[in-house]
């Protein structure tokens, strides 16, 4: 990731004033790493950072201009919303007329989702807890192993009996106490359908518990 505010000056220039320098500093600690995931949580669902709530120059993928409710949607647990948090808080910071050099946490966050995605098989849209689970197993692994190691941890932890699941819309791969179920295969459907459909059978392996997806076109 690279600077993403472009300027001759060697300090950073805070603008803000009041609640804004306020939230300019809390949003700084979390870039930095001085600060971690609950504690910026926590001052999320607080009042420090209700100054966000109305951000005048919002790109268009933040509705009503709201950044406290947009960051409140994004799941930090996962790589791809931590790549969102980070890329929306260094852009408020610009427009808070602060220089912001590429972070750590930025850095970090943009490694995890492009491993995460480069390793992600097309069946499967893996969940927050499994990613998490999956990066932290391979954060030790070398450099050029770890793509490779990542992939077969997700052989292992999203299983099927012969084959994979043939989607017709996004993988819905349920999951059952925080662990995914195993796929037993899927049915033709579209019979009972006025359009092409297909049911997904899966089976938790610990109770045994039978679950299905439908999904039709």
């Known amino acids: 990731m690279s ?8 300090e950073p220039r805070i603008v803000a004033m009041g609640p804004e320098k306020n939230a300019v500093r809390i949003i700084q600690d979390f870039l930095s790493g001085a600060m971690g995931d609950e504690a910026f949580l926590e001052e999320l669902y607080g009042q420090s950072l209700d100054t966000l709530r109305d951000w005048p120059n919002a790109p268009a993928y933040v509705a009503h201009r709201d950044l406290l ?7 930090l647990g996962t790589p791809a919303g931590r ?20 972070t750590e946490l930025g850095r970090e966050a943009a490694a995890d989702y492009e491993l995460l995605m480069s390793a992600q098989p097309t069946w499967v849209d893996i969940d ?7 990066l932290e197993a391979v954060s030790a692994v070398p450099e ?26 996004a993988p819905t ?16 459907i579209t019979d009972l359908h006025h359009d092409t459909a297909y049911l997904y059978v899966f089976v938790d392996e610990a109770s045994g518990a039978v679950s299905t997806v439908t999904q039709q076109l």
Do not use: M, N
Request: glycine share 4%; hydrophobic share 40%.
């Open 3 to 10: 600077d993403v505010c472009r300027s001759d000056r060697k």
């Open 69 to 75: 409710q947009y960051l409140l949607l994004i799941d």
């Open 83 to 102: 790549v969102d948090a980070v890329g929306v808080l260094e852009q408020y910071l610009c427009d808070q007329g602060v220089y912001v050099h590429s």
């Open 128 to 134: 927050a807890l499994s990613a998490a689970t999956l």
């Open 144 to 169: 050029r192993s770890r793509r490779t190691q990542l992939q077969a941890l997700i052989k292992q932890r999203y299983r099927y009996v012969s084959t994979p699941p043939r989607w017709l819309q």
């Open 173 to 188: 791969w349920p999951v059952v106490e925080q662990y995914p179920t195993v796929f037993v295969g899927q049915l033709d």
